[in-house]
């Protein structure tokens, strides 16, 4: 079973990004960087899409624990939602309805 900052080290170091590279681009210094991937530093929604996109990978990869997601999948999908949610809150009014209308391109798509 990992945590979340093993998974978030792992998925950085696939990527082949340093500390000091990763840092660099979520605006955060190297020592924060650091103290997130020892689980020593909560991160907010939004850091989190932020590393996704920076280690092309999914959030899920990077919230869910494949070994340890059947027993506990409800509960992340919750966690996840909470967190999605708190980030939607923040936004702008404006961005807030670009983020609904890009939901619903994506169910038309469907």
Known sequence: MSNFGERLKNARVASGKSQAEA???????????????????????????????LYNVTVDSLMSDTEDSSSHGKKNTYHRLMKYQEAFQKLSADKQAKVLDYIKHIQDES
């Open 23 to 53: 840092a660099e681009y979520l605006e955060v210094s190297r020592p924060t960087l650091s103290a997130i991937e020892s689980d020593k530093r909560q991160v907010l929604a939004s850091e989190i899409l932020k590393f996704a996109e």
